[in-house]
């Protein structure tokens, strides 16, 4: 896609990181991004997409916007509460970036739409509250050769891996036994959402335009009471349900980004 002659000026200063430039650039304008779960994570992932110049934001979350949302949730109005927080999230980043193109969707990711809204995009992140809909997303990223970004936080701890169906583990061979999960009762400080969502829009702009190594095949764990940071090597199950014994093709160029051997 041609860059318009103001998002050159918008993008300037990042098209001058090195292997990144113009053709990024494109890359990133041509791209659909689904983004699940828009809360403190997914929200302010997709605000650094946009503002990347991410060309469309597919933002998928049922529910309406709580004051006890308000502490994390940057795309979010105290005169919101009440109301779809997916439309409210679509508001503010066309109103930050008019030249990005947002679709709300409001509901929640299910069996019923989770094949449709992958098949819609070139990757998805997973920022989900919980499993099932984390699990779902996973199964259907698997089926489609769609690749994923997996991130979750709880208190002051979180991690993050780039899944890339064929190639690294997916999310059912990282946690086959799923946690218990208690949608109002985890602890949640926004700059720990924010921190997290920062790295999540960055391993995807790095998986659109190969222009830097995203995390597969490794999974980053964080605990930011101490600031201490781990990347262990993951491994794909041949035995797991979801992803175990099959090969499949991503829609994005997979080769450009070397799987990491440390």
């Not at 809909?133 to 996973?138: A, G, Y």
């Not at 999540?200 to 009471?225: R, W, Y």
């Amino acid at each position: 896609m041609v860059l318009t002659l103001i998002e050159l000026e918008r993008y300037r200063r990042q098209m001058t990181l090195p292997n990144f430039g113009e053709a990024a650039q494109q890359q990133l304008k041509s791209a659909t991004v689904l983004v699940t779960g828009v809360g403190g994570l997914g929200g302010t992932a997709a605000l650094y997409l946009a503002v990347a110049g991410v060309g469309r934001l597919i933002l998928v979350r049922g529910g309406e916007l709580r004051r006890d949302d308000m502490n994390r949730q940057i795309l979010m109005s105290d005169d919101w509460v009440g109301k779809p927080r997916v439309f409210k999230a679509k508001e503010t980043l066309e109103s930050i970036n008019p030249d990005v193109e947002v679709e709300a969707v409001f509901d929640y990711v299910t069996p019923d739409n989770v094949d449709f809204l992958v098949q819609s995009a070139d990757l998805a992140l997973d920022c989900a509250h919980n499993f099932v809909e984390r699990d779902l997303l996973n199964a259907a990223c698997v089926r489609w050769g769609k690749p994923m970004v997996e991130a979750a936080m709880d208190g002051m701890e979180a991690y993050l891996t780039t899944i890339v169906p064929g190639v690294t583990p997916c999310l059912s061979c990282l946690f086959p036994e799923k946690p218990e999960w208690d949608r109002r009762g985890f602890s949640v400080l926004g700059a720990v959402s924010g921190t997290l969502a920062c790295l999540t829009a960055l391993e995807a702009i790095k998986l659109i335009t190969g222009f830097s190594q995203p995390l597969l095949s490794q999974l980053l764990t964080m605990d930011l009471n101490q600031m201490t940071f781990a990347k262990r090597r993951s491994y794909r199950d041949r035995n797991c349900p979801v992803c175990g014994n099959s090969h499949y093709s991503t829609s994005l160029q997979v080769e450009r980004v070397a799987v990491a051997t440390h």
